[in-house]
């Protein structure tokens, strides 16, 4: 496949409560023969569900989730990313891991926590954006609630994906849909975002929606409400041409006011 491709993979499922070995093996049946991906993208808290018990659930940072990951990765041949409950001392994070077939990883605490679901009483947030590369794209990771931060989502040629992994719920999910479009739009970037389907243990519904929009906002792939692995070439060429043609990014605000 051409180097300006990239490849992923987008798994919407229903997390098993505060289970992660069921959870590994529903991926693992989902993702079943895939090949040929570059990257493949999990919900938030995907081996738990979003529990607010950290201190039940959070696994040290090189626990069985992370070590997981790490071996999928090398196994398929391809880069993971999802974010997992962590403890490190008497802290707790919503950790989003990307895991790599040669063995690397790169981590990024989520930002915003959720108040309004009591996130920020349980977690510690982290403070620095991180980016990762894979064949030549730079990708922004961000979790859930952070979406709702265009300055923290703000591109300044930083990246050319953002990647979004999410526990959405089904009241709010028209934010979703809207949000997500909105930062492919004002960031001029391909948004590759997936969330959760089911109930959870506290009775909240999520119906999905994980999908992936280009840079002109378009939806070019959809999961709807479905389990399943969506999968999608995005094109940077495309990219290119585009932010050449519409370069909006070069009249963004410094926010140095």
Request: glycine share 6%; net charge negative; hydrophobic share 40%.
């Given at each position: 496949?051409?180097?300006?491709v990239?490849?992923?993979?987008?798994?919407?499922?229903?997390?098993?409560?505060?289970?992660?070995?069921?959870?590994?093996?529903?991926?693992?049946?989902?993702?079943?023969?895939?090949?040929?991906?570059?990257?493949?993208?999990?919900?938030?808290?995907?081996?738990?569900?979003?529990?607010?018990?950290?201190?039940?659930?959070?696994?040290?940072?090189?626990?069985?989730a992370?070590?997981?990951?790490?071996?999928?990765a090398?196994e398929?041949?391809?880069?993971?990313?999802?974010?997992?409950?962590?403890?490190?001392?008497?802290?707790?994070?919503?950790?989003?891991?990307?895991?790599?077939?040669?063995?690397?990883?790169?981590?990024?605490?989520?930002?915003?926590?959720?108040?309004?679901?009591?996130?920020?009483?349980?977690?510690?947030?982290?403070?620095?954006?991180?980016?990762?590369?894979?064949?030549?794209?730079?990708i922004?990771?961000?979790?859930c609630?952070?979406?709702?931060?265009?300055?923290?989502?703000?591109?300044?040629?930083?990246?050319?994906?953002?990647?979004?992994?999410?526990?959405?719920?089904?009241?709010?999910?028209?934010?979703?849909?809207?949000?997500?479009?909105?930062?492919?739009?004002?960031?001029?970037?391909?948004?590759?975002?997936?969330n959760?389907?089911?109930?959870?243990?506290?009775?909240?519904?999520?119906?999905?929606?994980?999908?992936?929009?280009?840079?002109?906002?378009?939806?070019i792939?959809?999961?709807?409400?479905?389990?399943?692995?969506g999968?999608?070439?995005l094109?940077?060429?495309?990219?290119?041409?585009?932010?050449?043609?519409?370069?909006?990014?070069?009249?963004?605000?410094?926010?140095?006011?």
């Open positions: 496949m051409p180097a300006s990239l490849n992923i993979g987008l798994v919407q499922f229903d997390i098993a409560w505060e289970n992660p070995s069921e959870n590994m093996r529903r991926i693992d049946n989902l993702l079943g023969q895939s090949s040929d991906l570059d990257l493949v993208i999990l919900p938030e808290m995907w081996s738990t569900g979003f529990s607010m018990q950290p201190e039940k659930v959070a696994e040290p940072a090189r626990g069985t992370l070590q997981w990951m790490i071996n999928q090398r398929r041949n391809t880069a993971i990313a999802g974010s997992i409950s962590v403890a490190e001392g008497a802290l707790y994070f919503n950790r989003w891991y990307c895991a790599f077939a040669d063995g690397r990883i790169i981590q990024y605490d989520k930002k915003h926590l959720f108040s309004y679901g009591r996130e920020d009483q349980h977690y510690t947030a982290g403070s620095t954006k991180v980016f990762i590369e894979i064949k030549g794209w730079k922004m990771p961000i979790i609630y952070d979406l709702r931060f265009p300055v923290w989502c703000r591109n300044t040629d930083s990246y050319d994906l953002m990647m979004v992994v999410a526990n959405w719920p089904v009241p709010r999910i028209h934010h979703w849909d809207a949000l997500l479009k909105a930062r492919a739009i004002e960031n001029q970037s391909y948004v590759a975002a997936v959760r389907i089911g109930t959870d243990s506290n009775g909240l519904q999520y119906n999905g929606h994980s999908s992936v929009f280009d840079m002109n906002g378009q939806e792939l959809s999961l709807g409400e479905r389990e399943g692995i999968h999608v070439v094109d940077k060429q495309l990219l290119a041409a585009y932010r050449d043609q519409f370069r909006f990014l070069q009249d963004r605000d410094p926010f140095t006011l």
